[in-house]
């Protein structure tokens, strides 16, 4: 990395089925650092993590499956139904998050670090960290096509999911820089990532 200039924070948003995971990939290819919130958020879930005695202790032992993890299904129908739920549990994860990712900043010494974020445009706090923000958008019924294809779920599931992310318009009114996914063709999304990485400084 150049002594020039500290590395490029660039936050990575998109709705589910946008293909943000892709580009995120395609990033750490390039040799991007790629941090993915929702992948530490998981893992402090996971049977052992840091959540789990406050999710027990807040949410009673029912909200812990048999492998001692978050359980998932009881936990989701939960917070679609119940905003001050989803609250009570992000104020539990999101701490341990910005912890993990603090750490895994100062360890890195890439050029660029990608902040994976699917709720980036709700949170204020993360804006003034990052240099630009990269949203991967699609249309909602492209949306709906690769969740329903990738996970099997009922329209009700996808609706819930889809409400209990940022509005699409929320997400590009955040953009400094937008990849329009809305085709089916991985060749043309990862050429489309690796012209912008350039002004990545990768």
């Known amino acids: 990395m150049s002594a020039a200039r ?5 936050g990575l948003t ?4 946008s293909g943000k995971s892709t580009v995120g990939a395609r990033l750490q290819s390039l ?6 919130a929702d992948a530490i958020s998981r893992a402090s879930t996971a049977a052992g993590g840091a959540a789990i ?34 609250q009570r549990l ?17 360890q890195s010494n890439k050029a660029c670090v990608v902040f994976d974020v699917p709720l980036l445009a709700e949170s204020p706090r993360w804006r003034p960290q990052l240099d630009r923000v990269l949203v991967v958008d699609c249309s909602e019924a492209t949306q709906r096509r690769r969740v329903r294809a990738r996970s099997g779920w009922d329209d009700a599931v996808i609706d819930g999911v889809l409400r209990s992310q940022s509005p699409r318009a929320l997400r590009l009114a955040v953009a400094d820089a937008v990849i329009f996914n809305d085709e089916d063709d991985l060749d043309r999304l990862h050429g489309l990532v690796d012209r ?5 400084g990768l």
Do not use: K
């Open 53 to 86: 005695p406050a999710v027990r202790d807040g949410f009673g032992p029912d909200f812990i499956d048999s492998d001692g993890a978050l359980h998932r299904a009881r936990m989701r129908e939960l917070v679609f139904a119940d905003p001050g739920a989803r």
């Open 6 to 10: 500290p590395a490029w924070r660039i």
């Open 196 to 200: 912008l990485s350039v002004s990545f």
């Open 14 to 17: 998109g709705g589910i089925g």
């Open 31 to 36: 040799g991007a650092e790629l941090i993915d």
């Open 90 to 106: 992000e104020a539990i994860v999101h701490p341990i998050v910005a912890r993990e990712i603090a750490i895994r900043v100062t």
